[in-house]
T-cell receptor
């Protein structure tokens, strides 16, 4: 049974810093891994999807990497801004099956 | 860009009452999902739906829950007799159906059971 863990649970950084959020999964037989952003009381916004055959995927200041063999993914945020403050969730997809989510990392970027 | 839309955004219901949560998936998508998130906890899978039938369900999805696609556009989740512990954010998602495609989520319905 797939389990997804995210560390740290919370992170506070000053504006402008680069930061890394970590995600680990127990079953490496995944098709892809999706990173989401969730603002308080709101829905899930898909940020990046990284395929199992890819090692990384980039969108603007965000870069996600995937290492299936070690069961890890990272989300790198460059030059963080206060508007990046949110909870970041990763979810593992093993095909046309339910996503398995981590509990998220709550990010605060301080101006 | 096409979106998954959910209504209502917030539903307040007395314990024991029936509630129906509505979703309009993205039009060319084939797989539909319901997830829920209890406050402070992980997003959890409830049920997936494909080709007009349930394809997979979790142990949370017991006899009080049902899903339906009553027409070509809507996808509903019904909770027959709500309990206090059903209070949560309920998310609908859809995907095109190939394994390498992302699931797209709606903004959710916040269900509060009194």
């Amino acid at each position: 049974k797939q389990e997804v863990t995210q560390i740290p649970a919370a992170l506070s950084v000053p504006e402008g810093e680069n930061l890394v959020l970590n995600c680990s999964f127990t079953d490496s037989a995944i098709y892809n891994l999706q990173w989401f952003r969730q603002d308080p009381g709101k829905g899930l916004t898909s940020l990046l999807l990284i395929q199992s055959s890819q090692r990384e995927q980039t969108s603007g200041r965000l870069n996600a990497s995937l290492d299936k063999s070690s069961g890890r993914s990272t989300l790198y945020i460059a030059a963080s801004q206060p508007g990046d403050s949110a909870t970041y969730l990763c979810a593992a997809n093993s095909g046309n099956t339910p996503l398995v989510f981590g509990k998220g990392t709550r990010l605060s970027v301080i101006a | 860009e096409p979106e998954v839309t959910q209504t209502p955004s917030h539903q307040v219901t007395q314990m024991g009452q029936e509630v129906i949560l509505r979703c309009v998936p993205i039009s060319n998508h084939l797989y539909f999902y319901w997830y829920r998130q209890i406050l402070g906890q992980k997003v959890e899978f409830l049920v997936s739906f494909y080709n007009n039938e349930i394809s997979e369900k979790s142990e949370i999805f017991d006899d009080q829950f049902s899903v339906e696609r009553p027409d070509g556009s809507n996808f509903t989740l019904k909770i027959r007799s709500t309990k206090l512990e059903d209070s949560a954010m309920y998310f609908c998602a859809s995907s095109q159906g190939t394994p390498n495609q992302p699931q797209h989520f709606g903004d959710g319905t916040r269900l509060s059971i009194l």
